[in-house]
């Protein structure tokens, strides 16, 4: 997914049309991201933070935010689409609800993604394409080969042990739950 277009994009995969998708199609996995989300809550421990952040919110999709929202002192979305948290806090139906959800909008993959887009816009893909497929997936695994991976960013505005349950929601289908 090109960061120029994530926006647009997102809103196509992303929020109430996709997950009514994935509940017709796939409930179990809505339940089984849902069931992760709240069992951290349930263990997390009395002296930790009480504080939740979601790093690579989106719009919420596969995250049950009301649940969160409810059980937590503060929830925090952390995703580079600010569109897309906001889609996701607005359909909070609560209002108060809505007030415990902070957003921040930040590239939790350390520049990768501008550095993938970077390589990418440097390809000829109009004349790769004349050369064939396999050119041009080769061509795109060569862009993410040479994409640095860094350490993961410090973001700013968030400190230490600031939350008791750190939840990774970047690309779903494959969500982590962290307690501290």
């Keep these: 997914m090109r960061i120029d277009t994530l926006t647009y994009n997102n809103i196509q995969t992303q929020g109430a049309r996709r997950r009514m998708w994935l509940r017709q199609r796939c409930p179990q996995h809505l339940q089984q991201?849902?069931?992760?989300?709240?069992?951290?809550?349930?263990?997390?421990?009395?002296?930790?933070?009480?504080?939740v952040i979601v790093l690579g919110a989106g719009a919420c999709t596969e995250v049950p935010l009301a649940e969160l929202?409810?059980?937590?002192?503060e929830v925090v979305l952390a995703d580079l689409d600010l569109a897309s948290m906001r889609q996701g806090r607005?359909?909070?139906?609560?209002?108060a609800l809505r007030k415990k959800v902070r957003l921040l909008s930040c590239d939790i993959s350390g520049g990768v993604s501008a550095d993938l887009n970077r390589l990418i816009g440097q390809q000829r893909w109009d004349k790769l394409v004349s050369q064939g497929a396999q050119v041009v997936f080769d061509a795109a695994a060569d862009c993410l080969e040479q994409c640095s991976v860094p350490d993961l960013p410090e973001i700013e505005g968030l400190h230490a042990g600031e939350f008791g349950v750190v939840i990774s929601s970047y690309c779903s289908l494959n969500s982590s739950v962290i307690l501290y």
């Design 69 to 73: 929202a409810r059980d937590s002192d």
């Design 90 to 95: 607005d359909e909070l139906t609560s209002p």
């Design 33 to 51: 991201c849902s069931a992760l989300m709240l069992l951290a809550l349930q263990k997390r421990q009395g002296s930790a933070s009480q504080s």
